[in-house]
C-alpha cells in the first residue's frame, strides 16, 4: 500500500471530506542536489497541490493531517498502460508497415517508421485513457488521522 499525508480542506456533513496532497518531487533528496541543474529549475517552480474528495462515515476536522492509503496495484496498472502500451504499438506498428510495405514493394524503411510512430501515438492515447479511467475508480482509503500540526509561532 502507497501512503502519504493529506491536510483536510473541507468537511461536509453527507458523509465526504475533501483533501489536498502536496506533490512532491525527487528532487533535493540526493547529495547532489547543489551543483545539478535540474534540482536548480525544480526549487524555481511552486509545490503541486491535488485535492479530491474522499468518502468517510467520520467527521475530520479543517486542517488535520490524515495518512492516505492506495494500493500498488493501481499505481502499476496505469504506469503499464501509459509507459508498455505505447511500445507494444510502436512494435506492433512497425511489424504492419513493414508487411505492408513488402506487398505493396514501397520503402520498407519508410513505411515501418511511419507505422511505427502512428502505432505508439494511437497506443499511448488508448492507454491514458484507460489510465484516467483506473485513476477515477481507484479511491484511496483513510488509514488514520495524524491530527492537527503543531503550531510553533504562537
Known amino acids: 500500500m502507497m501512503e502519504e ?3 483536510v480542506v473541507a468537511n461536509s ?3 465526504w471530506v475533501v483533501v ?3 506533490m512532491k518531487s525527487a528532487c533535493n533528496h540526493c547529495d547532489s542536489s547543489d551543483s545539478c541543474g535540474t534540482s536548480a529549475v525544480a526549487k524555481a517552480f511552486s509545490p503541486k497541490v491535488q485535492r479530491f474528495s474522499i468518502q468517510t462515515e467520520r ?3 479543517t486542517g488535520e493531517r490524515l495518512k492516505l492509503g492506495l ?3 493501481v499505481i502499476l496498472k496505469a504506469a503499464m498502460l501509459v509507459y508498455i502500451l505505447p511500445l507494444v504499438g510502436f512494435f506492433i506498428g512497425a511489424y504492419t508497415g513493414n508487411l505492408l510495405a513488402t506487398g505493396i514493394e514501397v520503402s520498407q524503411d519508410l513505411l515501418s517508421i511511419a507505422f511505427a510512430l502512428v502505432g505508439g501515438v494511437a497506443s499511448w492515447a488508448l492507454g491514458k485513457k484507460f489510465a484516467k479511467a483506473l485513476e477515477e475508480k481507484a479511491q484511496p482509503i483513510i488509514i ?3 491530527g492537527k500540526p ?3 509561532a504562537q
Open 5 to 7: 499525508v493529506a491536510k
Open 71 to 73: 494500493p500498488e496495484s
Open 59 to 61: 467527521a475530520f476536522a
Open 20 to 22: 489536498e496532497v502536496e
Open 144 to 146: 488514520k488521522s495524524l
Open 13 to 15: 456533513n453527507s458523509g
Open 150 to 152: 503543531i503550531d510553533i
